[in-house]
């Protein structure tokens, strides 16, 4: 089992290097580039923006740097001499260190502890004035855990974005999974169990409505009756734990909505699937060995079906995942949430780069490890499985 | 002479399984109206607007905003010349003394209109044209990619089996509506590359399904007695194996549409799908979304005109999969 | 005093395409200790009897009728839920047919086991696992106290049935009900069980109602016979008497029909030769048919053809097929499961080679191999002194009209796209055979005639067909390139009795009027007995014995065929008298 986990583990590897490598590619390819907007930008600074965020380098180079293999340039600085001058000593603050640079681009380390280094960038020989850029290499990139800076959100890496929009990204869906399980689990079991009565019909006509009204027809209708003209909850925001909530125990009411639109969806999707597969192991043989046993009818299904019956909606836990993943871009732009898909979708608008590269990494790794515990929440369910 | 004998037999005429399969779906009731409910709809969609008068891009001034079906009353307030074309308030919003009416003309937007005064049901149809001409293109693009991949792979086995099922394993795996996200804001939102993209997310059910009926069907004896009766391999292929998988593919596909067409609505609601002039339901309602309270009529007949589709399209879906399921046709 | 007494039961299904009779009106009893046999084919409603008995009908679409059947005082057909359910398991027991989804395979086997003892008795855990595991030791599983914790995966059918048992019985029930518990089994296999039920019965004194399609069964273990034929029961009685001296005509057919061991019939009897049915006023009448035993007799004066022994067809040489196992995309095979492991054997022109073993012994293999459906992995096939292993499918294609293969299942066959008159003129249309569609179309109704089917037929399609309809369409599809062998895959092992007899009766025909040469595969040794002329034993991808089938039976060289024949059940009169008795 270990050595399965391990193996599947190893093999992330290389597929999240393949998305990395698409998306950088993709992203770079695409006409474009993060501060063409800004118009009042003159050419020189814009060059001087792209110099500060590596986008000077040939793109290959910057793939490398991206990845973390090769090391990058940063802190880089010029240094200029006066003639006759050969060296200079200051204090570069944000990094703690008293440099001292000589004209012979040559550094002399005085305080901290990186490596520095100095190259010619111009030497006037007939004034003798001379100018040095100074730099320190260092590999940061995905190797070394690193999303980078983000290009938009000045000030902010791309690991410090999801940190904090990624929480509330995953509290929405966990509310909508569990309502998904619960109500899709229920109902389709209820109407296996009573197939062909109004407990099946009805069940099902519901699950047919929640599949053909997509989470962005279902949102703003519930907004509408809910929000505006009932007004029971609010209809957008999402306010922090402990405020002033809807419920006295600070349990925010803006949540309600969203997890619900969210999570009547796949709902839907479960309760059809559950209904499916529970038919499918009732009329399998060794039901009928239960019933013979003199089993009641409660202990056949829970004991007997419900296993084999749950096979096809927990195969289906994996694409749930990555559909409550894709579908909270749509509730977050409805009810104005400020989670990681809201992000993702400004950055790709606005070419931030690295956070587009960045979510969609998190987003892969997410969603790979979520396969993996469904392949091994499957193996645990059906022991034949287990035992390849 | 045998010749004669043979013109004599009354033949029994056999009911093939197309047949059955018909029979069956035509006497399910959802099914039968899924079917004419999508037939009009699309029949709507593809002649409808050229018998409306109004093209959704019309502006009728007087008639911004106007509830489906609203007529139109002018107002004169007796203290200035102004006419209110229409009035939310009864007074005057100068002098505030009550306004009179002038006139009435008659009502002419079935769904009403935008703010801007566009006739909705213009729009819907436009919409709609749009909507089911990306469901149907992109799910043959997934339908060609899925069907060829799993056939090869189901049909040829070991290896090539392994390598290409592996590669969809993977393509499972990865978060795929990102990426039609991607490709869609960074190239520009162009109807080819959104047949492509979506094509490009679909195909992978449909591959596993095409497999695993070829495996299937490759096990089956009358494939081996084909290979036993020195029949060559086009032939198996397409006289044995593939008018059996054809059932499957027909169901799947049907599911197929509605899904697709989800997925441009979700596109274009986040306002990275179709664009302007073109428009489809996913941009309307969206459009009907950020006005709803004030005019809930615009979120309302697109959302009622997208669902009615899905639902005529699942309907089709299930009661296809009822007709032709060889469980449930066998005895 | 009878423990279950059945009375006047009627069982029907209202299905889409009306009412199905699956039992209508009958009346038996089960004493206590003894046991019942009940014997029909399939669609005569035996199991569908025992459902009902046990509540397990579904409803809808079944509805019982009416009738009565009486268990210690509660009427199982009308007794309420809550006490059909405390008897259920508890003093009625009941096994199934297929031990490879009977048991849950979710739940470890232990867990399966003591359900019945949690339930009934309200044992606690402990002690009914002790209790599973004494019953376990007394289904015969060696090491029951480490296996318990299995699941039903890790065990082959045999045992699994043996687990069914044990399930069955560890409540120490009154009544068991086996529903054609060894169907599915190897004949070996069965023979074990059916030892270990007597023995169970004898031991615990249950009384046993088995029901099954085999007679043979019957006759090594009932004490009491009832025989349906769609719905009612023809015949019930003693076993000796209904063996010895069998009162109705379907009983009669149904005894004469099977092949036997010892029979010398050359063309077997088949149930409509005792039997006639006519339709009155939407009622089937059974009536008996005069004069059966001379017809029959006088069918037997046929003249079998004579066989040149050095005239040989075929001659496989030290054939090998090895199959990679478990081989994954960057490493090569764990192992080669040897599938066919160097076997030789010759066939002369004309006769029948039977190719009998267990299931898993290489035989289909073999005759896939024989045909280039499987590519050998070593060792000649020589057809007609041609080597013809390993040719490709150009090369083949030649050959494909003069060997074809008739296979097991006639429900997958048959490409249910394509009519009767597709599936039969296609082959000739491949290799060129007829000069216009309707000289193949000619061709196709002979062939239907010729394998005694209507030549109106023509334009249905395969699901049209009964099972033993179907296999007569493979057979013609397979005449259709006049070849001049036929390997015959477990071609009758998917039929009730009485159409066996008469497909059997076809190919032998068959064989005569157009000089064929079969391999016939079989599990079923009797089968192979009226087929073959010469036989070969296989046993794990080897020959252990070939021969003479005559001699083979009379005197089997190797303790494998010993046992082989020692597993078929003994059900001539004189050993049911020496059993009864």
């Given amino acids: ?388 | 002479m045998k010749r004669d004998r043979l013109a004599d037999v009354k033949f029994d005429e056999g009911t093939s399984l197309w047949k059955d399969a018909r029979r069956r779906l035509f006497q399910n009731k959802m099914a039968v109206f899924g079917l004419c409910a999508f037939s009009l709809v699309t029949l709507l969609s593809f002649v409808g607007p050229s018998l409306l008068p109004y093209d959704h891009e019309t502006i009728d001034l007087p008639y911004q905003a106007r509830p489906p079906l609203s007529d139109k009353h002018s107002f004169v307030c007796p203290n200035h010349d102004y006419v209110h074309l229409y009035s939310v308030d009864e007074n005057c919003y100068v002098c505030n003394t009550p306004l009179e009416p002038a006139a009435i003309q008659p009502a002419r937007h079935l769904m009403g209109t935008d703010k801007l005064g566009r006739d909705l049901c213009a729009a819907v149809l436009r919409g709609g044209r749009v909507s089911l001409a990306v469901g149907f293109m992109a799910t043959a693009v997934s339908l060609v990619i899925g069907v060829i991949w799993g056939a090869v792979a189901g049909y040829f086995g070991g290896r090539v089996d392994q390598f290409l099922m592996r590669i969809v394993d993977v393509l499972y795996a990865l978060p795929f509506l990102i990426f039609v996200v991607l490709l869609m804001v960074m190239f520009g939102r162009n109807f080819l590359l959104l047949f492509f993209a979506i094509g490009f997310v679909e195909w992978l059910t449909m591959s596993r399904i095409v497999r695993a009926q070829v495996m299937a069907l490759k096990n089956q004896e009358f494939v081996e007695a084909a290979v036993a009766l020195g029949y060559g391999r086009m032939r198996i292929i397409f006289c044995h194996l593939l008018p059996n998988l054809l059932g499957p593919v027909i169901i799947y596909t049907t599911l197929t549409v509605p899904a697709v067409m989800l997925l441009e609505s979700v596109l274009s609601f986040l306002g990275l799908g179709v664009q302007a002039p073109d428009t489809s339901w996913g941009v309307l309602i969206k459009q009907g979304a950020e006005g709803m309270e004030d005019y809930p009529w615009l979120l309302l007949f697109p959302a009622a005109f997208f669902s009615l589709t899905l639902f005529s399209l699942n309907f089709i879906g299930d009661g296809l999969r009822d007709a032709l399921d060889p469980k449930s046709s066998k005895d | ?581």
């Fill in chain 1, 1 to 388: 089992m270990f050595r399965y986990i391990f193996k599947r583990l190893i093999f992330f590897i290389p597929v999240l290097w393949v998305i990395a490598t698409i998306t950088f590619f993709m992203v770079r390819m695409a006409p474009g580039d993060p501060f063409s907007d800004e118009k009042e930008m003159t050419e020189e600074v814009r060059d001087r923006i792209k110099a500060y965020y590596g986008m000077d380098q040939p793109l290959w180079k910057q793939y490398l740097i991206y990845l973390g293999v090769t090391a990058k340039e940063v802190n880089k600085h010029r240094v200029t001499f006066a003639s006759g001058e050969d060296s200079k000593e200051y204090r570069r603050e944000d990094v703690n260190a008293t440099l001292r640079v000589t004209a012979t681009a040559e550094v002399k380390t005085m305080q901290g502890d990186t490596q520095w280094l100095a190259r010619f960038l111009d030497q006037n020989t007939t004034t003798n004035i001379s100018e040095v850029e100074v730099f320190r290499l260092e590999r940061s990139g995905l190797l070394q855990g690193e999303l980078g800076p983000s290009f938009k959100h000045k000030g902010k890496s791309v690991n410090d974005i999801i940190r904090e929009s990624f929480p509330k990204s995953l509290e929405l869906g966990l509310y909508s999974m569990a309502i998904a399980l619960f109500l899709g689990i229920t109902a389709g079991a209820i109407a296996a169990l009573k197939q062909n009565t109004i407990l099946d019909y009805a069940p099902m006509s519901f699950a047919m409505a929640g599949i053909c009204l997509p989470t962005f027809v279902m949102g703003p209708l519930l907004v509408l009756v809910f929000g505006l003209w009932l007004e029971w909850f609010p209809v957008a925001g999402w306010s922090a734990w402990g405020g002033e909530g809807f419920f006295p125990e600070g349990w925010p009411g803006d949540r309600v909505l969203p997890a619900c639109t969210l999570g009547f969806f796949y709902a839907a999707m479960v309760a059809r699937l559950t209904r499916g597969g529970m038919l499918e192991t009732l009329s399998q043989d060794f039901i009928k060995t239960a019933r013979a046993k003199g089993l009641t009818e409660t202990r056949v299904v829970v004991k007997h079906a419900l296993r084999g019956g749950l096979l096809p909606t927990v195969s289906f836990l994996g694409p749930a995942f990555a559909g409550i993943i894709s579908g909270s871009f749509v509730i977050e732009t409805i009810f104005t949430i400020p989670g990681l898909g809201r992000h993702f979708i400004e950055a790709a608008t606005n070419r931030d780069y690295t956070l587009v590269l960045g979510t969609v990494l998190f987003y892969a790794t997410l969603i790979l490890m979520l396969n993996l515990i469904v392949d091994i929440l499957q193996a645990w369910l059906n022991p034949r499985i287990r035992a390849q």
């Fill in chain 3, 1 to 581: 005093m009878a423990l279950i007494e059945v009375d006047n039961l009627k069982t029907y299904f209202h299905t889409r395409n009306g009412v199905v009779k699956a039992v209508d009106d009958i009346s038996f009893t089960l004493e206590k200790g003894e046991i019942l046999g009940i014997v029909g084919e399939s669609g005569s409603g035996k199991s569908v009897t025992v459902h009902t008995l046990m509540g397990l009908v579904p409803q809808p679409p079944g509805r019982i009728e009416g009738g009565t059947a009486n268990f210690d005082n509660h009427n199982l057909l009308t007794t309420d839920e809550a006490v059909l359910r405390s008897l259920r398991g508890k003093r009625i027991s009941m096994i199934f047919q297929d031990p490879m989804t009977s048991l849950n395979p979710y739940l470890r086997i232990s867990e399966q086991l003591i359900e019945p003892l949690l339930i009934h008795e309200q044992a606690n855990r402990k002690e009914a696992l002790k209790r599973a595991i004494t019953m376990l030791e007394k289904v015969g599983m060696s090491d029951a106290a480490k296996r318990v914790h299995s699941y039903p995966h890790e065990f082959s059918g045999g045992m699994r049935q043996r687990v069914m048992i044990a399930m069955a019985l560890i409540t120490d029930p009154e009544v068991l009900i086996a529903d054609e518990p060894t169907t599915a089994l190897d004949v070996t296999v069965q023979a074990q069980i059916l030892q270990l039920l007597k023995d169970l019965q004898t031991d615990l004194g249950v009384s046993v109602i088995f029901i099954t399609h085999d007679l043979g069964v019957i006759a090594e273990l009932a004490d009491r016979v009832v025989v349906m034929y769609q719905g009612h029961i023809v015949e019930q009685g003693d076993v000796l008497p209904i063996f010895e001296n069998p009162q109705h005509p379907y009983t009669k057919g149904l005894l004469a029909c099977r092949p036997r061991l010892e029979s010398t019939f050359k063309v077997l009897p088949i149930v409509s030769d005792y039997l006639d049915e006519t339709e009155v006023d939407g009622q089937i009448e059974l009536s008996e048919k005069p004069d059966a035993a001379a017809r029959i007799e006088a069918m037997q004066k046929i003249d079998e053809p004579e066989i040149d022994e050095t005239d040989l067809l075929l001659e496989v040489n030290d054939l090998c097929v090895h199959f990679p196992e478990r081989s994954g995309f960057f490493y090569g095979p764990e192992g080669w499961v040897k599938a066919v492991d160097g076997i030789s054997f010759t066939v002369p022109r004309g006769s029948t080679l039977g190719l009998v073993g267990e299931s898993g012994c290489g035989k289909t293999t073999t005759g896939r191999a024989i045909l280039n459906l499987v590519v050998p992995t070593s060792g000649s096939v020589k057809f007609m002194g041609v080597e013809i292993a390993g040719r490709n499918a150009a090369a083949m294609l030649p050959l494909r009209k003069r060997m074809q293969i008739v296979f097991q299942d006639p429900y997958s066959s048959l490409n249910p796209r394509l009519t009767i008159e597709q599936a039969l003129t296609e082959p000739m249309v491949v290799h060129g055979i007829g000069s216009s569609h309707s000289d193949r179309r000619d061709r196709a109704a002979a062939l239907l005639e010729e394998v005694d089917l209507e030549p109106q037929f023509l334009r249905r399609y395969p699901h049209e067909f009964s099972g033993g309809q179907r296999q007569r369409i493979c057979v013609a599809r397979a005449l259709s390139l006049e070849p001049e062998f036929i390997v015959c895959d477990e071609a009758v092992s998917a039929m009730d009795v009485s159409v066996q007899a008469q497909v059997l009766n076809l190919l032998k025909e068959l064989q005569a009027r157009r000089n064929l040469t079969y391999i016939f595969i079989s599990h079923d040794l009797s089968v192979v007995k009226f087929m073959a002329d010469t036989m070969a034993v296989m046993r794990a991808g080897k020959i252990v014995e070939q021969g003479s089938a005559e001699v083979i039976y009379a005197n089997p060289a190797e303790d494998y065929t010993q046992r082989l024949i020692d597993a078929i059940p003994r059900d001539s009169v004189g050993s049911i008298k020496q059993r009864v008795t």
